[in-house]
């Protein structure tokens, strides 16, 4: 555990003696760490690999207040000694990624950016609605308003795991596919860290994020460090939409399609997104 502005931050580290370049690991909204063994065992053969839980996710500390998920990460990094590193990070991890390395572009040396959110990217209506229909339904609305408020006492459970199938269905799954597109271990695993980010986000105390001003959105052309995008083809569009916009707005940027992939393409597909990564940062750590 690290402390950062009062809050322990859960974190693991791995690697050789003499690493061949350090990488920070950066997990998704709906995860937490754990979305990160197959990369974390694999890319620490090489590397030095650092993966820690968000401020409200995993093992760390509650968010509460204002929150600054990039200036956490930086903040992890100085903790763990770590001048400079290549950021992995998937979907808002992949945001946050993005806006570390323009507000400290001398501590980032490459940038991989898996299904990733964008700060200030406003996401379309149609993307929202579904979330609502297909997600946010799956609990009563009288007691959903209760646990987004933080006003509801009790945390039920049944709730909890509704929500998180839900989810993990549209999103990880994917709007298009069915859950046996998932196995039952990819399943199970995203099920469990989801069904946790809402049973600490309905309990906990309340929070808001605070992000880059001007945004990261309309700063991608600053972005000059090697940048990888790996893209679930299987992902819901309006997320799909940003991998397009990382790839076109980054100088240089590449991108990587996987099919018959959702959001959480580490967990999904392991081998291909580690093999991905291991070539990427074989090239940005020569």
């Known amino acids: ?24 690991l950066a997990h998704a909204g709906v995860a937490d760490m754990r979305m990160w063994d197959h ?17 409200g996710h995993g093992r760390s500390g509650d968010a509460q207040g204002e929150v600054c998920h990039h200036e956490d990460l930086l903040a992890v990094m100085d903790a763990m000694k770590i001048e400079r590193a290549a950021l992995i990070g998937c979907s808002m991890g992949g945001a946050y ?37 297909r997600v946010h339904t799956s ?17 039920d459970p049944a709730d909890v795991r509704a929500m998180a199938e839900a989810h993990t269905l549209w999103q990880v799954a994917g709007p298009d596919r069915g859950r046996d597109a998932l196995s039952e271990e990819v399943w199970a695993a995203a099920v469990e860290m989801c069904g946790l980010v809402f049973r600490r986000s309905w309990s906990g105390p309340r929070s808001a994020e605070r ?18 995008v790996i893209n679930g083809l299987s992902d819901v569009p309006g997320i799909q939409e940003v991998s397009r916009l990382l790839a076109e707005g980054i100088p240089g940027a590449r991108r990587l399609d996987l099919p018959d992939t959702g959001h959480l393409a580490p967990l999904e597909r392991p081998a ?6 291991t070539a ?7």
């Open 139 to 155: 609990v009563p609305p009288d007691r959903l308003a209760r646990y987004r408020a933080g006003a509801a006492g009790h945390v």
């Open 280 to 286: 990427f940062l074989s090239e940005v750590f020569t």
């Open 39 to 55: 990369q974390f065992a694999a890319l620490s053969r090489r590397h030095r690999v650092i993966r820690y839980d968000w401020r």
């Open 1 to 24: 555990m690290v402390t950062i502005g009062g809050v322990e931050i859960a974190c693991e580290e791995a690697g050789p003696g003499k690493p061949a370049g350090t990488v920070v």
């Open 272 to 277: 291909e997104v580690t093999a991905a990564l």
């Open 211 to 228: 992000h880059l001003d001007p945004p990261a959105a309309t700063r991608l052309p600053e972005v000059a460090v090697p940048a990888l």
């Open 97 to 133: 990624a993005v806006e570390a390395a323009l507000a400290a572009p001398g501590r980032v040396a490459a940038l991989a950016l898996i299904s990733s959110g964008l700060a200030g990217h406003r996401w379309p209506r149609a993307m929202l609605d579904q979330a609502r229909d």
